[in-house]
């Protein structure tokens, strides 16, 4: 079992920076993949950015490419999603998510993913 804690959001203007936690417990050395989704009222939990947890590779929506960074601390079971230049269309749930594997480039799937985090709210005001 892995648990996973996230936290960090909040209410921003637009052009504002926010950075996201996840703090992930339990049997870690089993992660292969963590991932950040997000879920807007009315639509799909959409898959935001990834890490690969033991080599740091990372993959990002065009939606924020650019903007958002993955990164993670992995002596603190961490990962973190820097989020710059926010955008009204950025509000939404945020979820960490991880991976005990991940078939082929399936990284953005949502049904790759074993564990969530609670989620946490990001609202971006205009």
């Known amino acids: 079992q892995v648990q996973l804690v996230d936290s960090g959001g909040g209410l921003v203007q637009a052009g504002g920076s926010l950075r996201l936690s996840c703090v992930a417990s339990?049997?870690?050395?089993?992660?292969?993949?963590i991932a950040w989704f997000r879920q807007a009222p009315g639509k799909e939990r959409e898959f935001v950015a990834a890490?690969?947890?033991?080599?740091?590779?990372?993959y990002y929506a065009d939606s924020v490419k650019g903007r958002f960074t993955i990164s993670s601390d992995n002596a603190k079971n961490t990962v973190y999603l820097q989020m710059n230049t926010l955008k009204p269309e950025d509000t939404a749930v945020y979820y960490c998510?991880?991976?005990?594997?991940?078939?082929?480039?399936?990284?953005?799937?949502?049904?790759?993913?074993?564990?969530w985090g609670q989620g946490t709210q990001v609202t971006v005001s205009s």
């Open positions: 998510a991880a991976a005990l594997t991940i078939s082929g480039t399936g990284y953005y799937l949502r049904g790759q993913y074993n564990y």
């Open positions: 339990g049997r870690t050395s089993s992660v292969y993949d």
């Open positions: 890490i690969r947890w033991s080599l740091g590779s990372t």
